[in-house]
Protein backbone atom coordinates (compact mmCIF):
# COMPACT_ATOMS: atom_id res chain seq x y z
CA UNK A 1 0.00 0.00 0.00
CA UNK A 2 2.68 2.28 0.80
CA UNK A 3 4.12 1.97 -2.61
CA UNK A 4 1.29 2.90 -4.02
CA UNK A 5 0.67 5.96 -2.35
CA UNK A 6 4.11 7.10 -3.18
CA UNK A 7 3.74 6.09 -6.95
CA UNK A 8 0.04 8.37 -6.85
CA UNK A 9 1.87 10.88 -5.07
CA UNK A 10 4.47 11.07 -7.71
CA UNK A 11 2.15 10.49 -10.48
CA UNK A 12 0.09 13.56 -9.09
CA UNK A 13 3.39 15.88 -8.00
CA UNK A 14 4.65 15.43 -12.03
CA UNK A 15 1.72 16.25 -13.77
CA UNK A 16 0.83 19.31 -11.12
CA UNK A 17 4.46 20.62 -12.04
CA UNK A 18 4.30 20.05 -15.87
CA UNK A 19 0.91 21.63 -16.34
CA UNK A 20 2.13 24.83 -14.97
CA UNK A 21 4.70 24.56 -18.34
CA UNK A 22 1.49 24.12 -20.67
CA UNK A 23 1.55 27.26 -22.91
CA UNK A 24 -1.68 29.50 -22.35
CA UNK A 25 -5.03 29.33 -24.51
CA UNK A 26 -6.60 32.75 -25.19
CA UNK A 27 -10.06 33.61 -26.22
CA UNK A 28 -9.11 35.82 -28.72
CA UNK A 29 -5.49 35.82 -30.92
CA UNK A 30 -5.64 38.88 -33.36
CA UNK A 31 -2.96 39.84 -36.29
CA UNK A 32 -2.24 43.47 -35.53
CA UNK A 33 -0.39 46.81 -36.82
CA UNK A 34 1.23 47.56 -33.70
CA UNK A 35 2.84 51.09 -33.33
CA UNK A 36 4.38 51.52 -29.58
CA UNK A 37 6.42 54.81 -28.59
CA UNK A 38 7.28 54.63 -24.96
CA UNK A 39 11.31 56.45 -23.83
CA UNK A 40 12.54 52.05 -23.88
CA UNK A 41 10.50 50.52 -26.91
CA UNK A 42 9.84 51.59 -29.88
CA UNK A 43 8.09 49.64 -32.48
CA UNK A 44 5.92 49.42 -35.51
CA UNK A 45 5.17 46.40 -37.36
CA UNK A 46 2.85 43.25 -37.62
CA UNK A 47 2.47 41.40 -34.58
CA UNK A 48 -0.16 39.25 -32.33
CA UNK A 49 -2.76 40.12 -30.00
CA UNK A 50 -3.48 37.29 -27.63
CA UNK A 51 -6.32 38.23 -25.07
CA UNK A 52 -8.90 37.17 -22.85
CA UNK A 53 -10.94 38.71 -19.81
CA UNK A 54 -7.70 39.92 -17.69
CA UNK A 55 -4.59 39.01 -19.15
CA UNK A 56 -3.24 39.93 -22.77
CA UNK A 57 0.40 38.71 -24.70
CA UNK A 58 1.69 41.10 -27.21
CA UNK A 59 4.06 39.71 -29.53
CA UNK A 60 6.01 42.03 -31.93
CA UNK A 61 7.50 40.98 -35.14
CA UNK A 62 9.90 42.93 -37.44
CA UNK A 63 10.47 40.55 -40.97
CA UNK A 64 8.59 37.86 -39.75
CA UNK A 65 11.40 37.36 -36.69
CA UNK A 66 9.88 37.71 -32.94
CA UNK A 67 11.78 40.77 -31.13
CA UNK A 68 9.55 41.57 -28.39
CA UNK A 69 6.92 39.69 -25.88
CA UNK A 70 5.02 41.40 -23.19
CA UNK A 71 2.09 39.44 -21.18
CA UNK A 72 0.07 40.94 -18.50
CA UNK A 73 -1.63 38.88 -16.20
CA UNK A 74 -0.86 39.76 -12.09
CA UNK A 75 2.42 41.37 -13.55
CA UNK A 76 3.99 42.67 -16.71
CA UNK A 77 6.45 40.58 -18.16
CA UNK A 78 8.96 41.55 -21.06
CA UNK A 79 11.42 39.72 -22.77
CA UNK A 80 13.97 41.13 -19.71
CA UNK A 81 11.77 40.00 -17.24
CA UNK A 82 8.63 40.56 -14.98
CA UNK A 83 7.39 43.93 -13.44
CA UNK A 84 4.88 44.74 -11.22
CA UNK A 85 2.78 47.04 -12.97
CA UNK A 86 3.81 50.25 -11.16
CA UNK A 87 7.08 49.18 -11.72
CA UNK A 88 6.09 48.62 -15.68
CA UNK A 89 4.35 52.16 -15.56
CA UNK A 90 7.61 54.05 -13.65
CA UNK A 91 10.34 52.08 -16.72
CA UNK A 92 7.94 51.77 -19.88
CA UNK A 93 5.64 54.93 -19.76
CA UNK A 94 4.79 57.45 -16.50
CA UNK A 95 4.57 56.68 -13.03
CA UNK A 96 1.45 58.51 -12.39
CA UNK A 97 -0.68 56.06 -14.46
CA UNK A 98 -2.72 53.39 -12.88
CA UNK A 99 -1.55 50.41 -12.66
CA UNK A 100 -3.86 48.74 -14.76
CA UNK A 101 -3.42 50.92 -17.47
CA UNK A 102 -1.63 48.88 -19.86
CA UNK A 103 -4.22 46.29 -19.40
CA UNK A 104 -7.36 48.34 -19.70
CA UNK A 105 -5.87 49.86 -23.06
CA UNK A 106 -4.83 46.44 -24.50
CA UNK A 107 -8.05 45.48 -23.25
CA UNK A 108 -9.67 47.81 -25.18
CA UNK A 109 -11.24 48.94 -21.76
CA UNK A 110 -11.78 52.26 -20.44
CA UNK A 111 -9.41 53.70 -18.09
CA UNK A 112 -8.96 56.26 -15.06
CA UNK A 113 -12.12 55.20 -13.48
CA UNK A 114 -14.23 55.85 -16.93
CA UNK A 115 -13.04 59.71 -16.35
CA UNK A 116 -14.09 61.88 -19.25
CA UNK A 117 -15.91 58.76 -20.71
CA UNK A 118 -17.70 59.75 -24.17
CA UNK A 119 -19.36 56.63 -25.68
CA UNK A 120 -19.50 56.32 -29.28
CA UNK A 121 -21.19 54.53 -31.61
CA UNK A 122 -18.25 52.53 -32.46
CA UNK A 123 -16.25 52.20 -28.91
CA UNK A 124 -15.29 55.47 -26.80
CA UNK A 125 -13.27 58.54 -26.66
CA UNK A 126 -10.78 60.02 -23.59
CA UNK A 127 -9.43 62.81 -23.25
CA UNK A 128 -7.39 63.24 -20.02
CA UNK A 129 -5.52 65.87 -18.71
CA UNK A 130 -3.50 66.81 -16.12
CA UNK A 131 -0.25 68.61 -14.43
CA UNK A 132 1.37 65.18 -15.64
CA UNK A 133 -0.61 64.01 -19.03
CA UNK A 134 -2.25 64.86 -21.60
CA UNK A 135 -3.79 61.80 -22.89
CA UNK A 136 -6.23 60.95 -26.28
CA UNK A 137 -7.46 57.31 -26.09
CA UNK A 138 -9.56 56.31 -28.75
CA UNK A 139 -12.06 52.49 -29.10
CA UNK A 140 -13.02 52.87 -32.30
CA UNK A 141 -14.39 49.49 -33.99
CA UNK A 142 -11.90 47.61 -31.70
CA UNK A 143 -9.31 49.73 -33.13
CA UNK A 144 -6.71 51.16 -30.29
CA UNK A 145 -5.41 54.77 -29.84
CA UNK A 146 -3.78 56.26 -27.25
CA UNK A 147 -1.56 58.68 -27.13
CA UNK A 148 0.02 60.76 -24.29
CA UNK A 149 1.47 64.34 -25.74
CA UNK A 150 3.05 65.61 -22.37
CA UNK A 151 5.05 62.50 -21.78
CA UNK A 152 5.33 61.60 -25.61
CA UNK A 153 3.92 58.19 -25.66
CA UNK A 154 1.72 56.26 -27.97
CA UNK A 155 -0.11 52.96 -28.55
CA UNK A 156 -1.90 52.44 -31.98
CA UNK A 157 -2.76 49.19 -32.51
CA UNK A 158 -5.13 48.97 -35.63
CA UNK A 159 -6.68 45.18 -36.49
CA UNK A 160 -5.34 43.65 -39.64
CA UNK A 161 -7.85 42.72 -42.37
CA UNK A 162 -7.83 38.67 -43.42
Known sequence: MTKFIQTSFTLWASIFLLSACVPRQYEKNESSLIII???????????????????????LFTAGQPVQSIEINRLVCVDEGCLSKSAFNQDYLHPSYPDDLILNVLLARPIFEKASLQVTPTGFIQNLKSTQYNITYKIDNGNIYFKDRQNNLMIKISKTKG
Open 37 to 59: KTPILKFADLGYVRKDNERVRVD
